[in-house]
Structures are given as C-alpha cells and as structure tokens.
C-alpha cells in the first residue's frame, strides 16, 4: 500500500492516471448527470482551492472570503449571458476578468492589511456578496436567483463536460507555472520575509495586489464554470461557509502545495456525496477530517505522497558537482 | 561612491542617528563599527531606505537615494545582507538565490503562465548564474537543501549569496560573521577581500569581530550613541583614545584600589 502511494508520488505517472480517469469517467458513470456534476463540482473546487493556495498558501495572504469570488463569477456569467445575451466564449473569460477587478478593490487594502484584520477584511467580502446578490434584485433577480442561458457551442452535456474537464487541466498548468516563475518566488519570499523581499526589489503593494488579482480571476473562471453547469444561480450558491470549506481543503491538502489543493479538493467534494444521506454528518467528518490532520500531518495531506522535487536536470547536475565537491571536501 | 551627509534620525525623541556623515569610497572595504545600539544598523536601514532619515542627505553616485522606495534601491545597485539572516525559509538555497535575481527578470504574467521559450531561456539562464555564485561560495552541494535545515553558517553565505546574485555596485554586509566560530570567519573573511578584490564590488560592512574588521577594512568608522567618534584607517583606529573609551569604558588615570 505504502509502495503504491510512494508511487504515486511520481508526477507522470500520477498524472497519466488522472487523465486516463477522466477521459473515461463518464462511460463509468453512465453518463449519470448527478455523477457529471459532482465531478465538475470537484473541478470548480480544485479551481478555486489551486487560487486560494496561491494567495495563502504561497503569498500569506489570508483570504476567508473565497467563495465571495466564486458568487460574483456565477452571477457576471448569468447577468452577461441572460442579460446581455453574449456568447459562451465571451462571457466566460469576462467573468474571469470582471471578478478580477473586484479582487483587486479586494486586493488593495490587503496592501495595509495583515494576519487577522486582512482575514477580517475579506470575512466581510465573503458575507457580503450573497447580501447584495439578494438586495440588488434589479440586476440579480434577488432571491429568486437568476437562470444562464446554455451556450450553443456545445451539443450535448458530455461535450461541455469535456471542455470544463480540459479548462481544469488547463488552469492547473496555467497557475503551476505561475508558481514556479519569478511571480511565483516573489510571492514565497513576501510571505517568508517582507523586509528580505523588499531588500531585493520585490515591489511589496504591486505583488500583493497581483495576487488579489490572479487568484480571483481563476475563481471568477470557476464561478462561471458552475453558473453554466448548472443553469442557475441563486444567492445561496456560495456563502461563507463555502469559504471556510475552500480553506479547510487548503490546509488538509497541503499548504503551498499544488497537487495538494486538488487532493484537498478532491477529498472534500467526494465526502458529501457519501455522507449526505445521513443529516448532518457531512459537517462533523469534514471537522474530523481537518481536526486529525492538523494533528498527525500538519504539513497536509500531500505529505504522506512522495512527490518529488523537479529532479530532472537540475539534481543531475547537481549530483555530478557533489561528486566534484567530495573530493575537494567542501565542509565549513 | 556613497556619501552621507549630516544625516539624523529620530524616532520620537530618541536620536538614533546624530549628524553622521562619511563617505565610502569606490573598490573599498569600509567598516562600520560600534557598540551595540550606536545605531550602525539604522545606518543600513537609511541606506535600504526601510527609515528615512530626518534631516541630511545619502547620495550614491551623485544621486540622492532619499527619494527611492525600498524596492527600487536594488536597481540603482545596492544590495544587503541582514543582521539575523533574513532568508525565505521554506525556499531551497537555490530558489532564495534566484529570487536574488528578480530584479532583472522578464516578469511579463502571460508569457510566465503559458511556459513560453522566453521564460524556459531566462530561467536557465538564472540557473546558471545562481550555480556560479554558490561556486563562488562552495555551497554548490547544497543546492537543493531547504535554507530552514542549514547551520547558521551557511545561512549567512546563502544570505551574502543572495545579495550578490543582482550585480550590484555596493554590498551592505550587517554582521557577516556574527555567532560564527574563527575557521568560519575565516572562510568569511576571505570571501569579503574576493568580493572586493576579483570582483569589484565595494563593501559596507559592520561587524563586532574586531580582527574580521581589522583584517579586511580599508577605512573605519566608530560610532557610538548614534554619533561618529573616529574614523581612520584600522591602525589608527585601534590606538585612538577615544575609542578605547567606548568600547573599554572610561579610562581613570586616577583609580585607586580600595
């Protein structure tokens, strides 16, 4: 068992497999529209715990508010399409973009604001946005929500299911590479030391914002993905406890840590779906859950994976240095 | 090069920094030293401007440096090292020296998220130099090594490492040997001369290690509570009375044993 994890630790291998899973799981299902959705659920989830760990997890930025996020992407994908009746492939990146700019308004006192009063900050955003949905009846139907008219693109369910499947794909690498650039280091460096990142020309504000703005745009993505899955979006979608779960799936997945925002995600989606038939234990496993990971794998869930470090080229070299280095013998 | 000018700063009615003024001429090693709270670090901290002082000027090159945010002193060539090593912890050695580089890195979002060639190039290309700086530092064979699992040695050498990565033109060095053993200041010691000597860099150091200071200075400066009380080259520094007084306390010709 313990070497099947470990080999799953591989990052082709473990990423082959998923695919593979992916392409066949509507066969697997049936083409059952409850499973279809619960999967792509799990990808708007993987979405946004992927941005949200981009700002926590990698730039130590605290955000309670995530699911606030994921409201104003549903709701500009079923304004612009209904409304405006724009097509899919406008209205969806607008979504991304108009999301973006609220993360931004977001993101700007985040520049003043640290640790608890940002959490507060944000807390406020995320209890928010579900208030306006319901008061601003005129451009969001109020409580009775509003519908999103279905793109024409695509013919049957599976085929959208498909586009969803590859747009997840596709964001994972998109922000993966994100995090492996120079923005990517940027951000570690302001969460480890802001006097440091300063020293070296991190621009403090502007990269603190960036951050606001790219992970809110992801989500706003996101939003939109469920707004068009599901046909509909009422002010009850994503409340605050939304929020907390996206956090929750963070911290059980791993922080700062990439396959273990989609594991956290993954976990925490799929849960539901077992436990929803008996009221109320959904909540209690999922505190469970966070409660002894927290206390046995504080690192997350991702720790007890072997995923490897990049070690393609980059520790060969290194290793033929080391040879180099033993016989000089390099201690100090 | 760097020149401070009647320089003051205050924080309330505390004067941290009183009247300093020195100059730290081009391709030399110039030493701050002091007793502890004389304020060398707040000079530092004028100079990477996290304080900004609250009368007189700092000119580098000419340019006067009052005017930059934080951020942008890198650019105009002044990189640090800090007193009690702030290095990004959860980063491997590697990553804290690329990130060492920012400054000069194509950071254009689009091009970063898609992988484009650009990027791939510009990262090797940072790969590279960070391995020539851990050669220069011999701590190439810890590469890969999360900086947080480093002895307190080798986090200095990542730290002055980083400070190098950018090419700047002046490096500010805050206690480099600070709760290091001889052989490891030793190592330091030989370090700072390369940096001054095969690589022309010029050199703001402080440091409480008398013979580090002694052993690598061109020029000293002493202060003591925030003001300047000698300057010279090491020789006359460590035979000037005044000195002596500061550091040793006050000398009474007239002491009597009771």
Redesign the interface.
């Known amino acids: 068992m313990i070497l099947m994890l470990k080999q799953l630790g591989n990052k082709r291998i473990a990423l082959g497999i998923l695919i593979v899973c992916m392409l066949f799981y509507p066969f697997s299902v049936g083409y059952s529209s409850y499973f279809l959705t619960l999967f792509v659920i799990t990808c708007i989830y993987v979405i946004t715990s992927l941005s949200l760990n981009l700002l926590v997890g990698y730039g130590g930025q605290i955000s309670v508010g995530q699911a606030g996020f994921l409201s104003v992407g549903s709701y500009s994908v079923a304004i612009l399409s209904t409304k405006l009746g724009l097509p899919f492939l406008v209205v969806l990146p607008l979504a991304g973009i108009i999301t973006a700019l609220i993360g931004l308004l977001i993101g700007l006192p985040a520049v003043r604001l640290k640790g608890h009063f940002l959490a507060v900050a944000t807390l406020g955003f995320g209890l928010s946005v579900p208030q306006i949905a319901l008061k601003w009846d005129k451009l969001t139907g109020g409580f009775s929500g509003l519908s999103v008219t279905p793109s024409s693109l695509f013919a049957s369910e599976t085929q959208l299911f498909y586009f969803f499947v590859f747009l997840t794909v596709l964001i994972i690498w998109l922000i993966n590479n994100i995090v492996k650039s120079s923005i990517g280091r940027a951000f570690i460096a302001i969460r480890d030391s802001e006097v440091a990142a300063q020293a070296i020309g991190i621009n403090l504000s502007f990269y603190k914002t960036t951050m606001f703005v790219i992970s809110s745009f992801f989500t706003g993505i996101a939003g939109g993905i469920y707004g068009y899955w599901v046909g509909f979006v009422s002010p009850n979608d994503f409340v605050i406890t939304n929020s907390f779960l996206i956090l929750a799936m963070i911290v059980v997945g791993g922080l700062a840590s990439i396959p273990g925002s989609i594991i956290g995600a993954l976990l925490f989606s799929i849960i539901p779906h077992f436990t929803d038939s008996y009221v109320g234990i959904t909540n209690i496993v999922i505190g469970v859950a966070v409660v002894l990971i927290i206390l046995f794998k504080p690192k997350g869930m991702v720790s007890m994976f072997n995923f490897k470090r990049n070690k393609s080229e980059k520790t060969k070299k290194n290793e033929l240095l080391l040879k180099e280095e033993g016989n000089r013998g390099v201690n100090i | 090069m760097l020149t401070f000018n009647d320089v003051t700063v205050q924080f309330g009615g505390l004067t941290a920094v009183d009247n300093l003024s020195f100059e730290v001429p081009e391709g030399s090693i110039y030493s701050i030293i002091g007793p502890n709270g004389a304020g060398k670090t707040t000079v530092f901290n004028c100079i990477?401007r996290?304080y900004t002082p609250a009368k007189g000027s700092i000119k580098f090159c000419g340019d006067e440096i009052t005017k930059y945010?934080?951020?942008?002193?890198?650019?105009i060539g002044i990189?640090?090292s800090?007193q009690n090593v702030?290095?990004?912890?959860?980063?491997t050695v590697?990553?804290n020296l690329?990130?060492?580089?920012?400054?000069k890195?194509?950071?254009n979002?689009f091009a970063?998220?898609?992988?484009l060639p650009t990027?791939k190039r510009s990262?090797e290309d940072?790969?590279k130099k960070a391995?020539e700086v851990m050669e220069l530092l011999?701590?190439?064979?810890l590469?890969?090594e999360q900086v947080s699992n480093l002895?307190f040695?080798?986090q200095k050498?990542v730290d002055i490492g980083?400070?190098i990565m950018?090419d700047p033109k002046l490096i500010l060095l805050d206690e480099p040997v600070a709760g290091m053993n001889p052989?490891?200041t030793e190592?330091i010691s030989q370090l700072i001369l390369n940096l001054k000597n095969e690589m022309n860099y010029t050199v703001l150091l402080i440091e409480h290690d008398m013979s580090l200071v002694m052993k690598v200075s061109d020029a000293v400066t002493v202060m003591n509570f925030g003001k300047k009380i000698s300057e010279g080259t090491p020789k006359d520094i460590q035979n000037d009375p005044v000195v002596i007084e500061a550091y040793l306390g006050e000398v009474n010709l007239h002491a009597e044993v009771k």
Not at chain 2, 98 to 103: A, C, E, K, Q, V
Not at chain 2, 138 to 141: A, D, E, G, S, V
């Open positions: 990477s996290f945010k934080p951020h942008q002193i890198i650019n990189a640090r800090f702030e290095l990004f912890s959860k980063m590697l990553e690329l990130t060492g580089l920012h400054p890195l194509r950071k979002i970063i998220s898609l992988n990027v990262e940072s790969r391995f011999k701590i190439t064979h590469a890969d002895s040695g080798f050498m980083r400070a950018a052989i490891e190592k």
